[in-house]
């Protein structure tokens, strides 16, 4: 007998027999069977359906998009594909076990260093300063020891000094609640002044510094420290820049990965099926999509975003801390524009370096160096708020907005902008954000109990994580939905 077969045999023994169809409520009838039915795509959906899978369970992948890859997605610019363009995800961790597992499994070729960005200097007040000339600027009304930490490395480097983690799940812990405050609040107990506060909220990329919490912050730094480690100055450079250089990249794109992986599950991937209902009952559960059609099975495992989640319709429904966070839960925003750069580098006219920090309108703007040194790419980027107010103008005057403010602040850039591309995570309507945050309170309230099984529901995706961060979060967290399962069933 083939060994697959086997395996699946014996899921359906283990779950007590509730793939047979004749037992099954026949409101069921004529709705496509699965063992497990997978909504979302993205790196943890595919995991999870990929795990379940391999153990012969017959998984269905229902994808709202007409592509695979959730927050990994590379534009298709042509003769850019290996430039290292990307709307989401571009670091793979040199510890990211799970990334780098699948990546060598399915023959994905990784190269050394990713979204390396050129030196930046800083626009505050509409003035350019350099890194050399911030410590004793009159434009840095930082104090004592702060003045020599540049505005792109404040975040990192308050939340890594005066971390009170130690663990990668201390901030799980009952005692970690003390930190789930304002982030500004948090800031002014390790002795931040008032500058430091403003200038991080210039360059938050979640809600701002009255509205997010401290706890968030401190995994990422806690973790990001441990893969960034020895590889830049905490001072002068932020996670992002310091992870780069040792960071690998995925050659051709990192949706290259989901791509391969929904590859590997062949029509079980089904693209342009947003689910509308989740109805559980003892014999099973049944998801019911926008376009009307049924997929019924043992279990649902929900990958989606809570800003996608909380447009479908759950029988039994959820309640308390679950409830509230698949309802409340806020996502930040990253509106991104790219453009090709012509003529002779802005750089070399003015002498300054090419990336840019700012307390104005845009938050960074990234002179990208690719893969094999080319410096053709200039990426903007709206964090936070100041994504919001750029994602309220339409595309052309969005576009014409970014480039007049960018001539203003760098007049060396005058004429030489050509677009290729603009994104908003904000804008697209089955993710609604580029990432999780938590209010303060919230994670203290929701973290441990809203990833918890409901009824035939297990949860995957970023915002379940617990150890890990990037990439490798989404990847952890659909492992664990997928044992979940197993478990449920053995």
């Known amino acids: ?61 229902l994808e709202a998009q007409e592509r695979v890859g959730g927050r990994c997605h590379t534009p298709e610019l042509a003769d850019l594909q290996d430039y290292g363009i990307e709307f989401g995800a571009s670091q793979v961790g040199t510890e990211y076990a799970r990334v780098l597992d699948n990546c060598e499994r399915l023959g994905i070729e990784l190269g050394q260093g990713a979204h390396i960005v050129a030196p930046y200097c800083f626009s505050i007040g509409g003035r350019l300063v350099t890194p050399e000339q911030w410590p004793t600027s009159p434009l840095n009304k930082t104090v004592g020891e702060e003045r020599e930490v540049l505005p792109t490395a404040l975040t990192g480097y308050f939340f890594s000094k005066y ?50 919490s401290a706890i968030r912050s401190l995994q990422e730094h806690i973790r990001a420290n441990t893969q960034a480690e020895d590889t830049g100055d905490a001072a002068t450079q932020d996670i992002f820049e310091r992870a780069s250089r040792a960071a690998l990249h995925i050659k051709g794109g990192t949706q290259r990965l989901p791509e391969a992986m929904a590859a590997k599950l062949g029509d079980a991937v089904r693209l342009g099926e947003q689910a509308a209902r989740i109805d559980m009952h003892d014999r099973g559960v049944t998801v019911t999509t926008m ?84 410096r053709e790419v200039l990426e903007v980027l709206g964090l936070g708020y100041k994504g919001d107010r750029i994602d309220q103008m339409d595309d052309d005057d969005r576009v014409a907005f970014v480039i007049r403010e960018l001539e203003r602040m760098r007049p060396s850039l ?77």
């Open 1 to 61: 007998m083939n060994s697959n077969l086997t395996r699946r045999d014996l899921f359906h023994a283990a779950a007590g027999g509730l793939a047979l169809t004749s037992l099954a409520p026949r409101t069921l009838f004529g709705a496509e069977r699965a063992d497990v039915i997978v909504l979302g795509a993205g790196l943890a959906g595919l995991n999870a359906a990929s795990i379940l899978s391999g153990l012969g369970a017959r998984v269905l992948v």
């Open 163 to 212: 971390t009170p983690f130690r663990e990668l799940d201390d901030w799980l812990a009952p005692w970690a609640a003390e930190h789930d405050i304002p982030v500004a609040e948090w800031l002014r107990r390790v002795g931040a002044s008032d500058e430091v506060l403003r200038l991080t909220n210039e360059g938050l990329i979640s809600p701002s510094i009255h509205d997010l």
């Open 291 to 374: 376009n009307g059609a049924r997929y019924s099975g043992d279990f649902v495992v929900s990958a989606l975003p809570f800003t996608a989640l909380r447009r479908v319709t759950i029988t039994p429904a959820l309640g308390g801390a679950q409830a509230q966070a698949v309802r409340e839960m806020p996502y930040a925003n990253n509106s991104q524009l790219f453009f090709r750069l012509k003529g002779e580098p802005y750089w070399e006219k003015d002498g300054l370096p090419a990336s840019m920090w700012s307390d104005g309108p845009l938050s960074l703007v990234r002179q990208q160096i690719g893969n094999a040194g080319e």
């Open 414 to 490: 005058a004429g030489s902008l050509e677009l290729l591309a603009v994104n908003s995570w904000r804008r697209l309507p089955w993710i609604n954000g580029c990432s999780h945050s938590y209010h303060p309170g919230q994670a203290s309230r929701w973290a441990v109990d809203m990833i918890k099984p409901h009824a035939r529901l297990h949860f995957a995706g970023e915002h379940t994580r617990r150890l890990e961060i990037g990439m490798e979060s989404a990847m952890e967290s659909g492992e664990r939905a997928a044992l979940e399962i197993l478990e449920r069933t053995g």
